[in-house]
């Protein structure tokens, strides 16, 4: 009995359970690490997902809760991708067949006036959107998002939206009618599920919306699911293609993507969505192409360049440099001048190494590392446990990057760094005639009567010379 | 409350006087457009015939996408108006859930002229009175009567 009244009781808090029901309408484009970090505490399968998520979803959107959430926010990313595509002369296209829809919204019963009004403010933001595309120096994303933040506005166009997606399966009975049980007819359903104005999207409103606006723009729509089913990812469940005239899909269209939890919308977007900011973020890029450029390739700086190749293609890093507002520093702390704890005696530095990107997860732009070049026992060290110390005044790097390197050619028997870090001084090595067991029984060696080139081994002193070269290395690093 | 809202409670007002309902006469003031006064002629073949109605239909903010509130001013005794000071009617399209944002004033107007011929006691507000209307129908017509004669004369 307990347990039915507990029941009962559950079930009561359920449906009386309001989502939270504030924030923007819609919200800033944010790194999808913050749903990562989100779920970091939650479910295991959520917790899965969503880290795996960034990876190939960098941003996404939030919505407010409202019970529009899922109108809103393919009315939103159909706006925003229809600048995204860059082109004026699609907004008038878009326009004008929005607006020969009105036929179909008088078939299913809406009178032009009382959807005029609706219909008005979707066409004026498409006019205001074209004027800002081709005004230099103007930021039609930002206004897309202040007026979806206009209630009035807002609820007009996704009211439009929603009042389209009800005349489209009004006007297309045999496709939907099969998925409209419980209700005696179309037009039945689509006031209760479309018009009324609190209804959550369904998925029968998805894929009307998407046939009636999204597709005959020549957009692709797809919808993901983070829930608890099992996986790794999440999970596509809906994509809707766009056809060519001809009827053949087209090929990589734009893509409108919604990430869906139950019962809410956000919007989605691959790192790739957004190529066009990338140039205008100066100071990040030329701080990492000023350092690549400024080490010797050839030098001991390779794996370095080789780091910050990496770095680019880390999404994280991709999307730092497209919105340098957000902080989505791994490290929150503010960048460390980091000096490696000494493990023993301290080396005889010659002057403040210049800096290295390399140990930071996301370089700092203008505040160097001072940064233990000979030992790599400090690269450890660092990696663990950034030591923060005052900030110096970055030193002079063109003068003085020359110097470390030229040192430490000058003292092979310097412990480590050849040794440790793999293509470190990689040069020398080949020259080393270093065999393994393996190696030298297969016939891969010419010393093996199976090679080719076979060469019997001979004793030479000048390879027993050579050979004796590591020893002496190894002694002198104890 | 938006421009687009206010031309269109401008717009609906110009619709509701080209085709006027019978008995039904609304106060509009310019100044406050969201608040429309409207006097009610109690519907003739009705049990509140004879008697005149003052109601209130406030428009939200959020209006068109959330739902006029209509309250009677003047007691009734009817199974769907709260009978306490607010006079609260709310059912059927009036319902925020329900409301649809290309719903019409005049088509609200209608609903209550509807419900004041032939009162839904299924969504009663006042269940002793909607009780009374389905199970003892000349007690309540006695009843309704009666208060058309004390209050809404």
């Known amino acids: 009995m307990a347990h039915d009244d507990e029941l009962a009781q559950m079930q009561r808090l359920s449906n009386d359970y309001v989502p939270e029901d504030t924030g923007p309408l819609v919200g800033e484009r944010q790194s999808t690490t913050e749903l990562t970090a989100e779920y970091a505490n939650g479910d295991p399968i959520y917790r899965t997902k969503t880290a795996a998520l960034p990876r190939k979803y960098a941003f996404y959107r939030r919505c407010r809760g409202d019970g529009h959430c899922g109108w809103r926010a393919i009315a939103f990313s159909y706006f925003e991708t229809l600048i995204r595509v860059a082109d004026v002369g699609k907004l008038d296209v878009e326009q004008v067949r929005l607006k020969s829809m009105q036929n179909l919204l008088n078939a299913a019963g809406h009178s032009d006036d009382i959807v005029g009004d609706f219909a008005e403010e979707t066409f004026g933001l498409m006019q205001e959107l074209a004027i800002l595309m081709t005004t230099p120096n103007s930021d039609p994303c930002e206004h897309l998002l202040r007026n979806f933040n206009d209630y009035s506005r807002s609820m007009a166009i996704v009211t439009h939206f929603k009042l389209l997606a009800s005349a489209w399966i009004q006007a297309h009975p045999d496709d939907y009618l099969p998925f409209v049980l419980d209700y005696p007819d179309l037009k039945s359903y689509c006031e209760e599920n479309f018009e009324r104005a ?145 493990s023993y005696a301290p080396v005889p530095t010659p002057a403040p190494p210049p800096a290295e990107p390399i140990h930071d997860f996301v370089p700092p732009p203008h505040a160097p590392q001072v940064n233990s070049h000979p030992a790599p026992r400090h690269h450890s060290i660092q990696l663990e446990q950034p030591v923060a110390l005052p900030v110096h005044p970055p030193p002079p790097m063109s003068l003085e990057r020359g110097l470390p390197m030229t040192i430490e050619r000058t003292e092979p028997f310097r412990p480590s760094a050849y040794t440790l870090e793999p293509g470190f001084g990689a040069n020398q090595m080949h020259a080393l005639p270093f065999q393994t067991s393996i190696f030298r029984n297969s016939h891969y060696n010419t010393a093996h009567f199976l090679n080719p080139d076979f060469q019997p081994e001979e004793w030479s002193p000048g390879a027993e010379y050579a050979t004796s070269n590591r020893g002496r290395h190894k002694s002198a690093s104890q | 409350m938006s421009t687009g809202a206010k031309k269109r409670i401008l717009r609906e007002y110009a619709e509701c006087q080209n085709d006027p309902l019978p008995g039904v006469k609304i106060n509009f003031d310019e100044q406050n457009m969201t608040k429309w006064e409207i006097l009610m002629d109690g519907p003739d073949q009705s049990v509140y015939a004879g008697g005149h109605y003052k109601l209130e239909i406030n428009f939200p903010n959020e209006y068109p996408f959330k739902p006029p509130v209509v309250s009677f001013k003047t007691k009734i005794y009817h199974p769907n108006v709260s009978n306490d000071d607010k006079g609260s009617m709310c059912l059927g399209l009036l319902r925020p859930e329900e409301w649809k944002p290309p719903n019409k004033v005049i088509s609200v107007l209608h609903l209550i002229r509807n419900l004041l011929i032939e009162p839904n006691p299924d969504d009663a507000i006042e269940l002793s009175i909607a009780n009374d209307y389905k199970t003892n129908r000349a007690e309540f017509d006695k009843t309704a009567k009666d208060w058309v004669k004390r209050y809404a004369k």
């Open chain 1, 198 to 342: 609190v209804c959550e999207i369904d998925h029968v409103g998805v894929a009307a919306l998407s046939e009636a606006v999204v597709k005959p723009a020549g957009f692709a729509l797809e919808v993901l699911y983070l829930d608890r089913s099992p996986g790794d990812e999440i999970n596509h469940t809906y994509r809707a293609e766009p056809l060519a005239q001809e009827g053949f899909p087209i090929t990589n269209p734009p893509t409108l993507r919604l990430l869906y939890r139950p019962g809410h919308y956000d919007v989605l977007y691959r790192a790739e969505d957004f190529p066009v900011v990338i140039p205008p973020q100066a100071p990040i890029q030329v701080a990492l192409v000023g350092q690549t450029g400024r080490y010797d390739p050839g030098a001991i700086a390779a794996p370095i360049h080789d780091y910050s190749d990496l770095l680019l293609s880390i999404p994280g890093a991709k999307m730092w440099e497209a919105q340098p507002t957000y902080d989505f520093n791994l490290n929150p702390s503010p960048p460390p001048q980091v000096v490696p704890v000494s």
